[in-house]
């Protein structure tokens, strides 16, 4: 239950765009950093008695040494082994006779765990997870069966599915120096040379309560949440002081590439188009923005222009969407994607993809497109706001990847902001033909007739 799902947030901020502030005041905020350098952020909201307490670290798999891909998501396995005072299974049986759920997830920026439960159990849990944050027990006899498990798990999501190789080689592609280019579950070859030591070395390094966020949202008040985390991760001492988080970074991207993958379970050919971009942290102001916009306009709904055009219009796509994942701690990305309908071919569907780029990057797009989209984000965030998991996840991803409260709570004002003009030259800033990876996906070829 609590193994990981690689990628599962990594754009989570930005699939929850929120309200306007004059029509929906961000939630209540309190905010508290333990002398032992922990950050605690706590939402209350009464309306249902549950709880979610979410821990996130600010490391991830583009911080792992060279060598040792994959080390990051092999420890997050690794901590539902236990300790000595929590043996494996503790908190699984805990949060099962509860009734709660619980889960963690390894990005390349941060590593999470997080448990929705009754309040009153909220003090126990966080002793856990303070106890686990410097004691995990790591007997040696344990190791490799839990590599083993990791690389099951590799072979399910990526070996096992077309989707999952060719993602993986279009992000070996894309990015050529950046960790980023690296996948986060590992490449099979260093996972299996992964060993105790290197697992405890980057747990020692980075799970402290100084590189640590606690998020806690739902039926509780912030004083109380304050005093249980004084008694539990208030107790443990701080870790080693972390140097600034710089990464390698990105050459130039000045050249198209393509990756091709036929692959006989492959039944109907699709492409994937993506471009290195600034994400919220990097960008220039409002060029984020601008860009989830952007991506709004193409694909959010019927209305939008790759759905109205492709599918309505010309009939060739059985499917088509823009994403754009700006929450990420260095650059962004941007992609494209696509399959034809049997009776078109995948040549048409991006022949006409393109040409919608290239109307936007020419002529632009409409205020009132700009203002569908911002109300569409508005209206998905009030159902948003009614999930306490939601809200911590959400606030967690943000604030551990280097962003403010004030920067989430103002965003709506600043999607509100964007203009027609802003997203036409972020369209023709970023989304070259130049400079684009493509990814084909394709069915073996037909066999020539004898």
Not at 107 to 136: C, H, K, Q
Not at 137 to 160: F, H, N, W
Not at 320 to 336: I, K
Request: without cysteine; glycine residues 8%; negative net charge.
């Amino acid at each position: 239950m609590h193994r990981s799902a690689l990628g599962l947030f990594t754009s989570l901020m930005l699939a929850a765009p929120a309200l306007a502030q004059e029509e929906i005041p961000p939630p209540v905020i309190s905010e508290f950093t333990l002398d032992n350098g922990l950050q605690l952020v706590v939402m209350p909201d009464t309306r249902a008695p549950i709880v979610t307490h979410t821990v996130w670290y600010r490391v991830g798999a583009a911080d792992e040494p060279p060598g040792q891909s994959g080390v990051a998501h092999f420890l997050e396995h690794l901590m539902f082994r236990g300790t000595e005072t929590y043996p494996a299974g503790a908190l699984d049986r805990l949060v099962s006779e509860l009734g709660g759920n619980m889960n963690a997830f390894t990005s390349w920026d941060v590593t999470a765990y997080f448990e929705t439960i009754p309040p009153d159990a909220l003090g126990e849990i966080m002793a856990i997870e303070a106890d686990r944050m410097r004691n995990v027990a790591l007997p040696p006899e344990i190791i490799d069966a839990e590599r083993s498990v990791v690389m099951e798990e590799r072979r399910q999501v990526i070996e096992s599915n077309p989707d999952g190789i060719l993602a993986e080689e279009l992000a070996a592609t894309q990015f050529q120096n950046h960790p980023y280019g690296s996948p986060v579950i590992g490449w099979a070859h260093e996972i299996e040379e992964l060993s105790r030591d290197d697992a405890l070395s980057f747990y020692n390094q980075y799970y402290a309560p100084n590189n640590a966020l606690v998020v806690v949202a739902g039926d509780v008040e912030p004083e109380a949440v304050r005093a249980l985390a004084e008694q539990t991760y208030g107790a443990v001492p701080r870790g080693p002081d972390l140097p600034e988080r710089v990464r390698r970074q990105e050459p130039p991207q000045d050249t198209s590439r393509t990756v091709t993958l036929t692959d006989p379970r492959v039944a109907l050919p699709s492409f994937t188009r993506g471009w290195v971009v600034p994400s919220y942290r990097t960008g220039a102001a409002g060029e984020a923005e601008a860009l989830d916009v952007l991506a709004g306009l193409l694909s959010d709904g019927t209305r939008s222009i790759l759905y109205q055009k492709l599918v309505v219009e010309l009939g060739i796509a059985a499917q088509a969407n823009a994403s754009y994942d700006g929450a990420a701690f260095d650059m962004g990305t941007f992609t494209l994607s696509g399959a034809p309908r049997p009776d078109a071919t995948l040549e048409e569907l991006i022949a006409a993809i393109s040409a919608e780029i290239e109307d936007i990057i020419t002529n632009g797009v409409s205020q009132e497109d700009v203002d569908r989209v911002a109300d569409r984000f508005a209206r998905d965030t009030v159902f948003q706001r009614d999930d306490p998991t939601h809200l911590a996840m959400s606030y967690g991803l943000w604030l551990a990847n280097g962003g403010t409260i004030e920067g989430l709570n103002t965003w709506p004002d600043r999607i509100r902001a964007v203009t027609p003009q802003a997203v036409q030259d972020v369209a023709a800033r970023y989304l070259g033909a130049d400079n684009a990876v493509t990814g084909y996906l394709l069915p073996p070829a037909e066999e020539p007739a004898p």
